[in-house]
């Protein structure tokens, strides 16, 4: 039932985490992890084989594989690794409607902070060379590499409608919706060169501007 169990999650791409095991593995096993991250973001998930990860992190390719079932997996994990490091544990406990529109506006600076870290442009990046090839892992590392900042999105909102500030039918659309409105086709272009980062002001503009359209599609609503 296990063997079915791990069968699946690698079949979905899914980090698939190793035993316990002793304090050495698993320092060996972050070694790998962080190694792998870094190689990955640097040369693609093409430009790294697992003999050059192997080679930098100093243990055997056998070791690789006893830590990670292959390639593919070691790239969710180390993709995980990278969200889990640009997050730093963040979460937000929305407890009374009045601070709705003040965390909306901190989470928008959260999001906007992090979709523009070079690391996460770097991943951006890594992920658009892997649709360009259609392959077929794509889905995966995508949700991956998005799904942790989406869960803090979706327990706002959720929280929200508990409160009675907004009211929604699928929480969804509403993160669809302000993700648009905040990065768009200027993070587009951005990612394709054709534009620069923004900067602290524009970023606080852009969020001001996302937030002001958004409330005209969700208003608040009093308790």
């Known amino acids: 039932m296990l063997r079915c169990k791990w ?12 035993s316990a095991g002793r304090p050495k593995d698993l320092e060996k096993r972050q070694r790998i992890l962080e190694v792998a991250r870094q190689l990955f973001l640097q040369h693609g998930y093409h430009g790294s084989s697992m003999d050059h990860i192997a080679k930098e992190a100093h243990v055997t390719k056998l070791t690789v594989y006893n830590h990670f079932q292959d390639k593919a997996n070691l790239f969710s994990c180390a993709i995980e690794e990278t969200c889990e490091k640009l997050m730093l544990g963040r979460s937000f406990q929305l407890q009374r409607a009045e601070d709705f529109v003040p965390m909306l506006e901190q989470i928008c600076a959260l999001s906007m902070h992090i979709i523009n870290l070079p690391e996460a442009i770097k991943l951006e990046h890594l992920l658009l060379q892997l649709a360009a090839e259609q392959n077929p892992l794509l889905e995966n590392f995508y949700k991956a590499s998005h799904l942790k900042m989406r869960a803090i999105w979706e ?3 959720d929280q929200a409608q508990a409160l009675g500030v907004l009211q929604f039918e699928q ?19 951005m990612l394709l060169g054709m534009n620069e980062v923004p900067n602290a002001e524009q970023r606080e503009q852009l969020i001001q501007e996302a937030i002001a359209i958004f409330l005209l599609k969700y208003p608040l609503h009093k308790p």
């Open 171 to 189: 929480v969804n659309e509403v993160i669809t919706l302000l993700m648009s409105l905040l990065f768009g086709y200027r993070h587009q272009e």
């Open 155 to 157: 327990q706002f909102f």
């Open 7 to 18: 069968l699946f999650e690698l079949f979905l791409g899914k980090c698939v985490q190793a």
